[in-house]
């Protein structure tokens, strides 16, 4: 009988103080700067395009593979307004496969996609799976309306993201070659 | 199953049969997507026959075709209730095959993150013991409240709630952020008061006492020969924690305690891991003060690691016993073999031999005493 009393002084002295839990659809609680939503594309406001050139390489390295990238010359290269010589043409990511295990934002070499940290855009529920793959436009909306405030990104140059240190522009051609030869191995 | 031929005394015409029972596949008492066929005589158990393999995603298989960045990942969905530990293994077993040598930050996050992984995980099994032997929904709720804390701090290094993918060979994936100290000073002081709740709840309850003492009792012989591992194994009172008997990372420099029982009850199995839940809470005071600064990733990794052949067999103490992972390299960025061993499946085969004889409701708190995690038993 102790033992019961025991257990219902525990249940009154938490009936007496305030709940700990939120109200979800109208409360929200605040997202940690680090919260790994689902990953979106960033937009380079400088110059007027993506920051993604296409290089497939998180669509390689995405353990589900739900990345689809192509690239195209970049016209504004032509034009002398910008220095990036590819530019990303198509990119669909299929959300409903997302593992959101941040790889693709670990390999990505020029910062150009994150995992969105806002609440916006990840609560997802419709009624036709295909509505979760998004296209190039969709992905980037986000950071070209000014939603995607402060997104998670490690420093360049320091261990990035852990596995090894960003590589430089000219070096990088080489470790992708390197990296297609243990694609196959 | 074989009808018995007796009848009951006084109603000479009446014939009793063994009856099968099918709990499961989706039922809350079996704790996932688990099926047990049981046949009673009456109210008393004759027969169990678990059916798994409904969570198998081929988790073991699937990371043939990854690279070694991607197995991470894996692992956190093999144990999802211990995903700092299961990764904790897997980083070490590639560290020792490739002689990286991790960071003595990174160590020191491990060791932290996994203890508080163990105090989750524990928490997360109060909570849904106490469902299963009729305190239903109380102290799920309480252990739900604490672990949500703990959660939550995973989150803000993380970045995710569940499935963290953080550990890396030669460290962790990035820093953890500056004020980690004070909330995680923070996140013990609720821990402790948590406990004390359920304690309170749970320790000295009638209810619990009445439904859990002396049921189901394991010997030690018996435990090591079905090979038991975890709390289950020392509920009997056998002394084995890997982290004591065969420290792995940097264990060999913490002082703390093994919490064994006595009866070998599902009661003792209930203490123990509030005990353990005590002892993490020591170990991570500990870490934190020893915490040094500095790089949180070893020098000269490559952008693709490529592992030199062999093999290797890593285990850890997670919270539901040994996990381990056998990794076969060829020198190549994937494994070419990659084997786990799940605590729950070695502890769950021995769940016709701890229920047999028990009553049909004792089963059900037999069956959570384990603590299976069916995705780690499935793989
Ligand atoms: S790795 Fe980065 S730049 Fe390359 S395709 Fe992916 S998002 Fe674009
Ligand atoms: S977060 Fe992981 S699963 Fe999702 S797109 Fe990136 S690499 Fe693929």
């Known amino acids: ?185 | 199953m074989a009808t018995i031929d007796y009848t009951i005394p006084g109603e000479p015409d009446l014939e009793t049969v063994d009856i099968n029972i099918n709990v499961g596949p989706q039922h809350p008492a079996t704790h996932g997507v688990f099926r047990m066929v049981l046949t009673v005589d009456g109210e008393l158990v004759t027969d169990v026959d678990p059916v798994i393999g409904y969570m198998h995603r081929g988790n073991e298989k699937l990371p043939e075709n990854c690279d070694y960045r991607q197995v991470i990942g894996y692992h956190d969905r093999t144990d999802y209730l211990a995903q700092f530990n299961t990764e904790h293994c897997f980083v070490e077993a590639i560290e020792k095959l490739t002689g990286i040598t991790p960071t003595e930050r990174s160590e020191y996050i491990r060791v932290i993150l996994a203890e508080l992984n163990r105090i989750t995980s524990h928490l997360m099994f109060i909570g849904a013991f106490g469902t299963d032997v009729g305190i239903f929904g109380t102290s799920f709720m309480y252990a739900f409240r604490d672990r949500e804390y703990v959660q939550d701090f995973f989150e803000e290094i993380t970045g995710e709630r569940m499935m963290y993918n953080y550990f890396r060979p030669g460290g962790v994936a990035w820093d953890v952020p500056d004020n980690f100290r004070e909330r995680c000073t923070q996140v013990l002081d609720h821990i402790n008061s948590g406990l004390k709740d359920l304690e309170g709840l749970i320790v000295d309850n009638e209810v619990v006492l009445a439904r859990c003492r002396g049921l189901s009792r394991v010997s030690i012989e018996d435990a090591i020969n079905w090979g038991l591992s975890g709390p289950l194994l020392r509920a009997t009172g056998l002394e084995y924690d890997l982290r004591k008997a065969e420290p792995y990372s940097i264990y060999d420099r913490f002082d703390f305690d093994i919490p064994t029982g006595k009866a070998g009850d599902v009661y003792d199995r209930v203490l123990i891991r509030l005990d353990e839940m005590k002892q993490s809470v020591r170990i991570v005071e500990q870490a934190l003060a020893g915490m040094p600064d500095g790089p949180i990733m070893a020098e000269g990794m490559k952008r693709i690691l490529r592992v030199p052949e062999g093999e290797i067999y890593m285990r850890v103490e997670g919270p539901r016993g040994e996990y381990g992972v056998y990794i076969v390299a060829t020198g190549t960025d994937k494994p070419y073999r990659h084997k786990v061993r799940g605590a729950s499946f070695s502890n769950l085969s021995a769940l016709r031999a701890m229920s047999i004889g028990n009553y049909l409701s004792d089963v059900i708190i037999i069956l959570g005493s384990i603590d299976i995690v069916l995705c780690e038993v499935d793989r």
């Open chain 1, 1 to 185: 009988m102790l033992g019961i009393l025991k257990a219902l002084k525990t249940t009154l002295r938490a009936a007496m103080r305030k709940p700990v839990t939120v109200q979800y659809p109208t409360e929200k609680k605040e997202l940690p700067h680090r919260s790994r939503g689902l990953p979106v594309l960033l937009w380079d406001f400088e110059k007027d395009e993506p920051f993604c050139t296409g290089c497939q390489v998180c669509a390689r390295y995405c353990p589900v593979d739900c990345i689809t990238v192509t690239m195209k010359d970049n016209p504004k290269k032509a034009a002398g307004k910008s220095k990036r010589k590819k530019i990303v043409d198509q990119f669909y990511l299929d959300y409903a496969r997302c593992m959101r295990c941040d790889i693709c934002v670990e390999v990505c070499n020029f910062d150009a996609i994150v995992m969105n940290n806002t609440w916006e855009g990840v609560e997802l529920s419709t009624y036709d799976r295909q509505d979760l793959v998004l296209d190039t436009d969709a992905l980037l909306k986000q950071s070209r309306t000014g939603q995607l405030k402060d997104p998670f990104r490690e420093p360049m140059g320091v261990a990035h993201s852990g596995w090894s240190p960003k590589v430089e522009e000219e070096e990088e051609a080489e470790e992708t070659k390197a990296s297609e030869e243990g694609g196959e191995g």
